[in-house]
């Protein structure tokens, strides 16, 4: 589903990965762990696009979505909206200045997967941080992915947020999707994840 | 309780400023001399010729209300020229901002051009738009508004593109990884986080257009200020002063509303 090889990035000097591989079955949870600066975030945004490796291959079987540390929704528009953003890959630019009918109803249903169907017309600003955190998972469901690449997904959440999120991540792989998160709390990845992979630092140039 | 060095530590010594900070305040005060005797800045003269000014102060007091009717009607057109000149640069403002802004266009030709565009309106002032409309659809009005928005749309056009400069790179980044285009993300992640802004600018810009429109009047585009300038030409300070007024209302009107508005969207 997703395959990662010879990865290598470096940015201003620094390598920060060198030579990376990775490869995640369908179904399966991969939780990485490792220091600062061991590249596990350059990993990730590599894999969907944010930043260009330097070489080495990604092999994505599909459709790669990704949830971020802060979130990243758009505060002032309300959750269905900002779920309804993941389906923008496949609407054309002339359908998409008010997401049409189909789409909506999609993403209510990705609403629904992630337990917030009666927040749908709140402003997401409004909405508690794991309750955001979810909403962002919506729309990686909404964009139809079947890799979803989280990054410190929890890190800024309360324990209680964060065990409902990696729950949902875990839901999710056993829904039959890839997913592979970042974490820096041990013991959450060995409790959800099915195989925990260990970052080094980089020796800093 | 006070901390007091021991006597051991060396106390750093304290550092005279740079030579260059020498060089530049004695630049930045012969300017200023060159400034004063260019100017012909005299407050001798100021003081001898007050009596001029009490003259004319005595002339212009009391107002002759007799002609408010017509300045209030001629403010109400001031105002107009001002509200059309904002809202139909808003088109041309918001094309020009999304090229010219790096959150919303990457190629780096489009973004030079749009702001070498918007730099030429910005630079260009709107009396001398004016100057040159009046000689297609003649003195009135409508060369004010035609002035106004190409003027506008360059200064609007800057702001709007400042403010999507400085969005948040989150939304915009997580939008992308979905598969949006680029004006995909500009409509879904980056116009939606900075409309608060665009608003409040639109209002500040209404303001200082209304403000303008008068100017523009002086210069024959209608308005109160064609009234003021007419009262000055016929020596009827007395009307002039009327005028005065019903502009430092229309002014206070449009500020507070605007600026009631502002606070209301949190710009």
Request: net charge neutral.
């Amino acid at each position: 589903m997703l395959a990662i090889r010879g990865l290598r990035k470096s940015f201003g000097g620094r390598t920060v990965l060198d030579g990376f591989d990775l490869s995640v079955e369908p179904g399966e949870f991969v939780a990485l762990l490792g220091p600062n600066g061991s590249g596990k975030s350059t990993v990730l945004r590599c894999v969907v696009g944010l930043e260009t490796p330097d070489g080495g291959e990604v092999e994505v079987g599909g459709n790669a979505a990704m949830v971020f540390q802060k979130i990243h929704l758009v505060g002032r528009r309300n959750a269905l909206d900002n779920v309804c953003s993941g389906a923008l890959g496949r609407l054309p630019l002339h359908r998409s200045f008010f997401f049409p009918q189909d789409v909506r109803e999609e993403a209510m249903g990705c609403l629904e997967r992630v337990g917030l169907v009666d927040r749908a017309l709140d402003r997401c600003a409004r909405l508690s941080g794991g309750q955001q955190q979810r909403v962002a998972i919506a729309r990686a469901l909404c964009q139809r992915a079947n890799v979803i690449l989280a990054d410190e997904p929890v890190s800024a959440l309360d324990p209680q947020a964060a065990v409902q999120v990696m729950e949902l991540l875990k839901a999710l792989a056993g829904d039959g999707m890839a997913v592979v998160a970042v974490l820096h709390q041990p013991e959450l990845a060995r409790t959800y994840a099915d195989r925990v992979v260990e970052m080094k630092a980089t020796v800093a140039a | 309780m006070s901390v007091t060095a021991s006597p051991k530590l060396a106390v750093p010594r304290r550092r005279w400023p740079a030579p260059v900070v020498w060089v530049v305040v004695a630049v930045f005060l012969v300017v200023h001399v060159l400034a004063w005797q260019a100017t012909e800045f005299s407050p001798a003269a100021l003081i001898a010729g007050w009596e001029g000014m009490a003259d004319f102060l005595a002339e212009s007091l009391p107002p002759d209300f007799s002609v408010l009717g017509k300045s209030l009607e001629a403010a109400v057109i001031t105002l107009y020229i001002g509200l059309l000149g904002t809202t139909f640069s808003i088109p041309f403002a918001l094309a020009l901002a999304l090229l010219a802004s790096r959150a919303t266009t990457s190629a780096a030709w489009a973004q030079q051009a749009a702001r070498a565009v918007l730099s030429f309106l910005r630079s260009v002032p709107d009396v001398v738009f004016a100057l040159i409309f009046v000689t297609a659809v003649g003195l009135g009005p409508f060369a004010g508004v035609l002035a106004l928005v190409f003027h506008n749309t360059g200064v609007m056009g800057k702001l709007w593109a400042e403010a999507m400069d400085e969005s948040d790179r989150g939304p915009r980044d997580a939008v992308k990884v979905t598969g949006a285009s680029g004006p995909q993300i500009a409509l879904h992640a980056v116009l939606p986080t900075v409309m608060p802004s665009l608003a409040g600018l639109l209002l500040y810009r209404l303001d200082v257009n209304v403000r303008s429109s008068l100017v523009l009047g002086l210069a024959g585009a209608g308005g109160i200020g064609f009234l003021i300038n007419q009262s000055i030409k016929l020596f009827r300070f007395d009307e002039m002063v009327t005028h005065i007024l019903v502009v430092l209302l229309l002014v206070v009107v449009v500020d507070q509303a605007s600026g009631f508005v502002r606070k209301r969207l949190g710009a």
